[in-house]
């Protein structure tokens, strides 16, 4: 009983008990399965990374960003912009405290080279609902291809907690 002190004062001179040696032996061996099963997914897992980064300066990203809000911007919403770029372009979208911005309209079946970076400081992009995470860190343009492949409103949450504001921080993509 772990409650109770053990009964011989030296008691790591005894031996181990069976159960307990089957226990280790067993929690060893699927640790080792889950890290190569890692390596696996990585690879084979359909798993939705971003697999480019940039460095960039706020500047300049914030620069590119106005560009396209301002060639594309089609209408407005509570106060931003929505913006539907040529399909096959580039698409940014800005993490800040506390705003995802612009709002996006994507067609649908399209492809996007979509770049994401925070002004500040880091922030997750949680698009609902369907299971896409990335993280998105300050001077570093994340950039994911996407095709999407349904129809209608999704949003984009903050999941990495980012001070008094961090449950406001809601943006919006649209596809039509
Ligand atoms: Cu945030």
């Known amino acids: ?22 226990w280790i032996t067993v929690a060893f061996l699927w640790g080792l399965v889950m890290f190569f099963m ?6 084979a897992g359909k798993q939705n990374l971003s697999n480019e980064a940039y460095r960039i300066t706020a ?8 560009a396209m809000v301002e060639q594309y911007t089609v209408r407005e919403e509570a106060g931003y ?9 580039d698409v940014y979208m800005i993490a800040r405290l506390w705003q995802w911005w612009p709002i996006l309209e994507f067609e649908k079946d399209q ?3 979509l770049h994401l970076a925070s002004l500040d400081w880091q922030h997750g992009f949680s698009l ?3 299971n896409i995470n990335l993280q998105v860190h300050p001077g570093y343009d994340m950039v994911v291809t996407v095709t999407p492949d349904q129809a209608g ?3 984009v949450v903050c999941n990495e907690f980012c ?12 596809v039509k």
């Open 111 to 113: 492809s996007y080279r």
């Open 38 to 43: 890692m390596i696996y997914w990585h690879g």
């Open 153 to 155: 409103e999704f949003s």
């Open 128 to 130: 609902q609902p369907t």
């Open 163 to 174: 001070g008094i504001g961090h449950h406001m921080m809601l943006g919006k993509i649209y």
């Open 81 to 89: 912009p929505v913006v539907h770029p040529p399909p096959g372009s």
């Open 59 to 66: 500047e300049g990203f914030t620069e590119r960003t106005n």
């Open 1 to 22: 009983m772990a409650l109770t002190p053990p009964s011989a004062r030296i008691w790591w001179h005894e031996p181990v008990a069976k159960v307990e040696l089957i």
